[in-house]
């Protein structure tokens, strides 16, 4: 059975390759000055650093281009993770997709793509996902590039774990942070594997899987739903009584999904999403709406997707109080064209619709007096035809 191997990266394999003895003794000090700056401001403002980050990835690349596995695993804990994952056997993994998560830094990047091209040369199929803002600058910052690796983490695992591959976290390489995040994500998602390395050690550590059950009774599934939309709204902490505040974040008596919120509700989504629809703010369900819910005998995915976009919908109403002409680009919100008529005297012109996202299926709609009625709902031509 194919994997997925989601890998974390560091740096270390850049710093591995400063020679105390030789190189000038400030670069060490100077690439942990910089560990935090991307790499257009290193372009711009720190010419020096990127002379040493140029140097420092020469050698890394020259090491893992000609040297053995044991230098090899020596040089890189990511690739030493992957050696271990495959018994020192790399061509055991061809058939697998690699992901390597770094952060959003020069040193991050740089050090994600020599063990991507090293990969590469291998025949592995392997990319680079880099969260937007993700380092230890600020707790704004790691907040908000973990927000951003959830929202991914959820969507490539779903895919993959649809398909019949099996999910693997390399977290031997990646700062502490990041791997300490990446393995409580690895327990929510059931990930089959989890394989870390201690220090200089070759032998895989297989960290066992924790039996987390989440507490489904404390979940306000419309509230989280709109709230996971990334839409910016705030919900009022009246509607979210009995909710830990740990799933939270929570400023004034306005509240948004903390880390954990997110990520306890990617991890029971799926229950709430997929059976009847949920009664959003500002969207009314007409009869023809739900009879296409129901005659499409809509699977558990279709559901999921449908709902998923229904929140950032109705997210939107409340964020604009109704006004749908200031929607998110996203959303693909559209009006119709021509002067066809329609089920209840409408012209075709009257009436918008907008996608669900990645499934080709649409949903046709008419706004009035501030609520989104939704009309039809189905493949392209069902409903363009017949909006």
């Not at 693909?332 to 329609?342: D, M």
């Amino acid at each position: 059975m194919p994997r997925l191997v989601i890998t974390t990266v560091g740096t270390s394999l850049l710093t591995n390759q400063i020679n105390q003895r030789r190189d000038p003794n400030n670069w060490s000090s100077r690439l942990r000055e910089m560990a935090n700056v991307t790499q257009s401001t290193i372009n711009q403002h720190h010419q020096d650093v990127n002379d040493i980050i140029q140097k420092l990835k020469k050698r890394a690349e020259d090491k893992l281009d000609n040297g053995s596995t044991l230098d090899i695993r020596e040089a890189s804990a990511e690739l030493n993770g992957i050696y271990g994952l495959y018994d020192d056997q790399l061509e055991q993994g061809k058939q697998d997709i690699h992901w390597l998560i770094t952060t959003d830094t020069a040193q991050g990047q740089v050090a994600a793509e020599i063990v991507k091209d090293f990969l590469q040369k291998k025949n592995f199929s392997v990319d680079i996902y880099q969260p937007k803002n993700l380092s230890t600058a600020s707790t704004q910052q790691f907040t908000q590039g973990i927000d951003d690796l959830l929202q991914w983490i959820d969507e490539i695992i779903r895919g993959y774990k649809d398909s019949g591959y099996t999910i693997c976290f390399n977290l031997v390489g990646g700062f502490k942070a990041l791997q300490g995040y990446a393995n409580t994500i690895g327990m929510f998602y059931q990930a089959h594997e989890m394989i870390y390395i201690f220090e200089s050690n070759l032998e895989v550590i297989k960290i066992p899987r924790l039996p987390i059950q989440v507490d489904k009774s404390v979940i306000k599934p419309v509230q989280f739903a709109m709230m996971a939309a990334n839409v910016g709204i705030d919900i009022n902490l009246s509607e979210l009584k009995n909710v830990p505040e740990t799933l939270l974040f929570i400023v004034d008596k306005e509240v948004t999904l903390s880390n954990w919120g997110r990520l306890t509700w990617n991890s029971c989504k799926q229950e709430f999403l997929t059976g009847e629809l949920l009664n959003f703010p500002y969207l009314i369900y007409e009869n023809s709406f739900l009879n296409d819910f129901k005659r499409n005998n809509v699977n558990s995915l279709r559901k999921l997707e449908l709902q998923e976009v229904l929140a950032e919908v109705s997210g939107s109403m409340v964020k604009f109080k109704g006004d749908s002409t200031r929607f998110s680009p996203q959303l693909h919100f559209t009006r119709y064209e021509g002067q066809q008529k329609c089920e209840g005297g409408l012209k075709k012109n009257q009436l918008d619709h907008f996608y669900i996202k990645n499934t080709g299926w649409r949903v046709s709609c008419l706004t009035k007096d501030n609520k989104l009625h939704l009309r039809h709902y189905g493949e392209h031509d069902y409903v363009n035809n017949n909006p």
